[in-house]
Nanobody
Framework: VQLQASGGGLVQHGGSLRLSCTVS????????MNWYRQTPGKQRDIIAT???????HYEDSVKGRFIISRRHGWNTVDLQMNNLNAEDTGVYFC??????????????WGQGTQVTVSS
């Protein structure tokens, strides 16, 4: 499974941006996908998750502003980001949780995409 993130850029405070993560390879092995955010000097934190049954979970600071969704099965996972503020500035990574037969699990990472929110 390979992941390719895109959609980052510079946006004004209060603006919106949509990130996309394109998944290739054995998408049938994916059972959940996540978006992480890494801000300068801090660790990489999970901010949104979508599972096989379309269940979604959000970190408190993005609840009500960000929406994670997927298209065409696991081919693409999007993160719609609304009402952005300076604290959302950082590098965003997509991540896939996959099953490795017969009973193992692994993760795969895409490269990061920079989001910068100007005040």
């Amino acid at each position: 499974v390979q992941l390719q993130a895109s959609g980052g850029g510079l946006v004004q405070h209060g603006g919106s941006l949509r990130l996309s993560c394109t998944v290739s390879g054995d998408t049938g092995s994916v059972y959940a996908m996540n978006w992480y955010r890494q801000t300068p000097g801090k660790q990489r934190d999970i901010i949104a998750t979508i599972t096989d049954n379309e269940s979604t979970h959000y970190e408190d600071s993005v609840k009500g502003r960000f929406i994670i969704s997927r298209r065409h099965g696991w081919n693409t996972v999007d993160l719609q980001m609304n009402n952005l503020n300076a604290e959302d500035t950082g590098v965003y990574f997509c991540n896939a949780n996959i099953q490795v037969p017969p009973s193992h699990y692994a993760t795969r990472w895409g490269q990061g995409t920079q989001v910068t929110v100007s005040s």
